[in-house]
């Protein structure tokens, strides 16, 4: 455990000055750069033992700095494509002249970019300094958004929402990226849950906020005033993450004294590193032939599809039941109270039986049984109150993609590898979401029967993925007990990074364990395939 690690007491200025002074020679040698950070403060001979009081400190630093930032961000970006079904209910097919699959196109389009652009994405993560590439992207899709008030039909739009993708292509990547870098794994999960909420948070928000905006009396349509708000929103916070986003544990200038110290050496035990810098084509050939990488692709690209359909056409599909435009809105806030609690529910489900696939389970039945619902109830006036709850039960699934980013984040080992396979749980993302539009039709009103069809047969074979993916994990950790047995060394250890600080208190074995340097592979940058102290969680 981290926490029983012993490493040099240094003030923390010394130590940062330290690593910027070393980059060179850690890029030259392919080091995490934790490893460069701790070699260089050892040098000043005194030592700091990280208690577990200290990791919790510490933790809620982390949080008070970097969660207020990645929420608030997320929160724009989930608000900004909305923007574009809020549009769709108050006049933008019908000014802008839309036809036949042009609609779709608009909310498929940013999806295009985004996967278009993973790859170079993972090369910049690795590369360049996260805190500012973040600022960097978050301004400039703000000016995008802004500009679509300019766009009068369907090619001014569709320009607009092509940029608009290029630039929010990194946002997903580099949090999760962040959370890798920052979050022992047993805290990854409820911190990737934590942003990733704030898709319901922008359902009911976002609709008051679509609700009010469509009563000012301007110039201007309603649409193009909730574009230009939304977009000057964000410029102003890319300024805000420019100043207060740190790069890296390292660097961070909030953590004083041996705060940034015990920042790192908390992660130790996540055996999966924090950064070194480098390019490396060897974790590149690794992630393309883990069978965990083409899971996790696989899910990701089937969760998207029903995930893009809806996030498109939600506020239609309501419409279609016969309600008028501003009662739609008001009607979508539930379903944003929906996705929240069960984002953040799942997530606490999942840390408190320390297991995944078992409750992305579950997360399926709620929207199977809500495309069941809309599939066979009728859409007579009398209907409405089912279908409502038919569609109300079908927002449980957003709580599925966090636990898929967190389920992948902590079974994935080496800095290139984690961006690599983060990428491709993206390029998944980006492909389903492309493909989840196109699967409505605007003329298949009100049934949209061809959509939800597809969506109930993708959320059962979501489920049984994650059965067989939940299989596969069980393999690899017996594959490593064997080459662990075969080194010399112990056959079962504990996973001490999923394990709470009261456990590993209470328990005198896993003291022991922490003792004798079982971490001590944590920060040499390996892929997980070639760490045989890796386990793998599921």
């Known amino acids: 455990m981290p926490s029983m690690d012993h490493a040099p007491d240094v003030e923390a200025g010394p130590a940062k000055s330290a690593i910027d002074h070393n980059d060179d020679a850690a890029e030259s040698h392919g080091l995490d750069k934790a490893t460069v950070f701790l070699k260089q403060v050892g040098k000043a001979g005194h030592q700091v033992v990280v208690s577990h009081a200290d ?18 961000i997320y929160c724009l970006q989930s608000l900004d494509k909305n923007t574009l079904s809020y549009a769709s209910v108050f006049g933008l097919i019908d000014d802008t002249h839309l036809e036949g699959d042009q609609y779709s196109w608009l909310g498929s389009v940013v999806y295009v970019a985004q996967l278009v652009f993973q790859p170079l994405v993972a090369y910049i993560l690795v590369k360049f300094p996260i805190g500012k590439f973040l600022a960097v992207m978050v301004f400039a899709w703000g000016a995008i958004l802004c500009g679509m008030i300019a766009a009068h039909n369907f090619t001014g739009l569709l320009t607009a929402r092509l940029f608009l ?3 929010e292509a990194a946002v997903a990547p580099t949090f999760v990226a962040v959370v890798q870098m920052w979050y022992r794994r047993r805290e990854q999960t409820t911190r990737n849950a934590a942003w990733y909420c704030m898709l319901g948070v922008v359902n009911m928000v976002g609709s008051l906020l679509t609700y009010g905006l469509s009563h000012i009396k301007s110039t201007l349509h309603p649409y193009q005033i909730i574009f230009l708000f939304c977009g000057c929103l964000t410029l102003a916070w890319s300024i805000v993450t420019f100043i207060f986003m740190p790069d890296s544990p390292m660097t961070a200038k909030f953590l004083k004294g041996d705060d940034g110290l015990i920042a790192i050496e908390r992660l130790r035990m996540n055996q999966q590193g924090i950064g070194s810098g480098v390019w490396k084509w060897e974790h590149v050939w690794e992630a393309m032939l883990d069978v965990k990488t083409w899971l996790w692709f696989s899910l990701m690209f089937v969760i998207s599809i029903p995930s893009g359909g809806i996030s498109t056409f939600g506020p239609l599909i309501v419409q279609s039941f016969g309600f008028d435009s501003l009662t739609t809105i008001l009607f979508n806030i539930p379903f944003g109270a929906v996705q929240l609690i069960a984002t953040l529910g799942g997530a606490w489900l999942s840390d408190r039986i320390r297991m995944k696939a078992p409750v992305l389970m579950l997360l399926c039945v709620g929207p199977i049984v809500g495309c069941s619902i809309l599939l066979a109830i009728g859409r007579a006036p009398s209907d409405r109150a089912v279908l409502l709850f038919g569609y109300y039960i079908i927002s449980v699934y957003p709580g599925i993609s966090p636990l898929i980013y967190s389920w992948s984040g902590q079974n994935t080992g080496g800095d290139t590898k984690r961006k690599v396979t983060t ?6 993302s980006n492909t389903g979401n492309i493909i989840g539009p196109l699967l409505f039709r605007t003329d298949e009103k009100p049934r949209y029967t061809r959509g939800l069809t597809a969506n109930l047969a ?9 059965g067989l993916g939940m299989l596969w994990i069980r393999v690899l950790n017996v594959k490593h007990a064997k080459a662990r047995v075969a080194l010399g060394k112990p056959e079962k250890i504990v996973d001490l990074s999923m394990m709470d600080n009261r456990e590993i208190e209470n328990d005198e074995g896993v003291l022991n364990q922490a003792a ?17 102290d890796f386990i793998y969680v599921y």
Do not use: C, Q, W, Y
Not at 423 to 428: E, K, P, Q, R, T
């Open 55 to 72: 990791s919790r400190r510490v933790a809620k630093l982390i949080d008070r700095r970097i969660l207020p930032i990645l929420l608030f």
């Open 165 to 167: 993708g290029i630039f």
């Open 423 to 428: 990428a491709m749980l993206f390029i998944g």
């Open 458 to 466: 993708l959320f059962v074979a979501l489920a049984v993925l994650t």
């Open 516 to 532: 004798d340097n079982v971490g001590e592979r944590g920060f040499e940058d390996l892929g997980d395939l070639k760490n045989e």
